[in-house]
C-alpha cells in the first residue's frame, strides 16, 4: 500500500520527453493519484493531439514500475482541459533557463529568456512544435522560442 | 436508438469531420505556399488527428464491441463514414483550403461550444479540450481570409470564387437529421437553428472585412451525415486506408 505524497514524489521525477528540462508535475498534467487498488495515476494530455502522450504514460508506467510498484494503471482525464495556467512557477523558471519563454497572458509583453529585454517579435505563429511560437529579441537579436498560452 | 447509441454515433461523427479534414490538412503539407503555413497545416492537421482519436476511442467506449479507434478510422467502407460534404472537397488552391477552413471552423466552434454544456460528459469534455484549438484554428484562417480578400485583384477574385464554390455545402451543418434531433432532445445537445443564426452572423463579418460578397441562398448539398459522398471521397479513403487494408492488423 503506498502513500500517495511518495507516488507524486517520484513522477515529479519523470520528464517531459519533448522538453526534458520539464517535470510531468511541472507541467501540471498530473491530475490525481489514487492508492486504493494498486495506484492509479490520472493524467490530462496537452493538446489533442500531442504526440508524448502515449511516451509519457509510458514513462509513467516504467517509473513506477522502477520503485517497485507492481500494479499501476493510467487514467487519461479531459475534463476539465489542461491549460498553460497549471504549469507550475517552477516550470516557468526552468523554461526560462532552457531558452524557452514561459506562456503569458496576452497583455503581458513576452520578455527574451536570454537578456529579458521586452523587445520581442514574433517570427512565426508556429516552431519546432506544435505548442511553440518563434520570436526573436530586437535587443540581443537572438531568436528563441515562446510556449504558447493555451 | 438506445442510451449508448446516441453518443456512439455522434461521437463517431464528429470524429469522421476531424479526421476528414485532418486529412485534407496533412496533404497540403509540402504543398503549402509558404514554411510557416506548412508548420500552420502540420499543427492543425495534428489537433484534428488527434480530436479524431479521442472521438473514436470515446464512440467505442459506448458502443461495447471492441472497436478501437483505428478501427473506425480506417475499416469502415465509404457509405459508414458520416462527415460533411464540406471537409471532404479537395484542396484545390490556397484560397479553396482557406475558405473551407473558414466556413467549417465558423461552424464548429460554436458546436464544440454547445456540447461544452451538453448531457454526456465524455463528448463535453472533448469538446472541451478542442474547442481551444479550433479557436486558435479560426483566428488562422479568418487572419488569412481578410488578407487574401482584400489583398490584391487576383487574390481577392479567387477568394470570392472559393467562397461562390463552397457556398453550396454549408447547409449541411444545419440541416439536423434524426441523430441532431435526438442529440438535442434527449442530450441538451446543439441547437442547430440558433447556431446557424450566429454562423451567419459571424462569417458575415469576416467576409465583409475581407471585402468579399456573401453568396446569395441557393441550392444546398447534402448526403454527407447519411453516408453518401462526393467524388472525391473515394480517392481520399483509397490513400489514407491503403495501409491497413492492404496489410490487415499492420503494427509499427
Known amino acids: 500500500m503506498y502513500e500517495s505524497d511518495q507516488i507524486l514524489e517520484w513522477l515529479s521525477q519523470v520528464p517531459d520527453p519533448e522538453i526534458p528540462v520539464l517535470t510531468i508535475t511541472d507541467l501540471g498534467i498530473v491530475r490525481d493519484v489514487d492508492c486504493s487498488d494498486g495506484v492509479t495515476v490520472s493524467l490530462t494530455p496537452t493538446y489533442s493531439g500531442c504526440p508524448a502522450t502515449e511516451a509519457i504514460e509510458a514513462s509513467v508506467v516504467a517509473a513506477l514500475e522502477d520503485q517497485g510498484v507492481s500494479e499501476v494503471r493510467i487514467k487519461r482525464v479531459l475534463s476539465p482541459p489542461w491549460t498553460t495556467d497549471w504549469i507550475s512557477d517552477d516550470g516557468r523558471r526552468k523554461l526560462r533557463v532552457y531558452g524557452i519563454a514561459p506562456p503569458e497572458r496576452r497583455d503581458r509583453p513576452i520578455a527574451c529568456p536570454r537578456c529579458d529585454s521586452s523587445n520581442t517579435e514574433i517570427i512565426s505563429e508556429f516552431g519546432s512544435t506544435a505548442c511553440k511560437a518563434s520570436y526573436r529579441c530586437t535587443d540581443c537579436l537572438e531568436p528563441f522560442e515562446y510556449f504558447k498560452c493555451l | ?198 454562423w451567419r452572423s459571424n462569417v458575415a463579418a469576416i467576409i465583409t472585412e475581407a471585402t468579399l460578397e456573401l453568396p446569395d441562398d441557393q441550392w444546398m448539398a447534402s448526403g454527407g451525415k447519411q453516408g453518401e459522398h462526393t467524388e472525391h471521397f473515394g480517392f481520399l479513403l483509397a490513400e489514407m486506408q491503403y495501409l491497413q487494408r492492404t496489410y490487415p492488423g499492420a503494427e509499427w
Open chain 2, 1 to 198: 436508438m438506445s442510451a449508448r447509441e446516441i453518443p456512439a454515433t455522434y461521437a463517431t461523427r464528429l470524429g469522421d469531420n476531424a479526421l476528414i479534414l485532418g486529412q485534407r490538412m496533412i496533404e497540403l503539407v509540402a504543398a503549402s505556399p509558404e514554411l510557416e503555413e506548412e508548420l500552420a497545416n502540420a499543427n492543425f492537421s495534428l489537433d484534428y488527428l488527434g480530436q479524431a482519436r479521442l472521438f473514436y476511442t470515446y464512440a467505442g467506449e459506448c458502443e461495447g464491441a471492441g472497436r478501437t479507434e483505428d478501427d473506425f478510422a480506417f475499416q469502415r467502407p465509404e457509405q459508414e463514414y458520416r462527415n460533411l460534404l464540406l471537409v471532404e472537397q479537395p484542396n484545390g488552391h490556397f484560397g479553396d483550403s482557406t475558405v473551407r477552413s473558414v466556413l467549417f471552423e465558423s461552424w464548429y466552434v460554436l458546436l464544440l461550444d454547445a456540447l461544452t454544456r451538453c448531457d454526456d460528459e465524455g463528448i463535453a469534455a472533448i469538446a472541451a479540450r478542442a474547442i481551444k484549438e479550433v479557436r486558435y484554428h479560426l483566428r488562422h484562417s479568418s487572419q488569412w481570409l481578410v488578407r487574401l480578400g482584400d489583398g490584391t485583384g487576383e487574390s481577392h477574385a479567387r477568394a470570392q470564387a472559393s467562397l461562390d464554390d463552397l457556398w453550396r455545402f454549408t447547409g449541411e451543418m444545419f440541416a439536423a437529421d434524426a441523430l441532431d434531433d435526438a442529440m438535442l432532445g434527449e442530450f441538451n445537445g446543439p441547437d442547430l437553428v440558433a447556431i446557424e443564426a450566429e
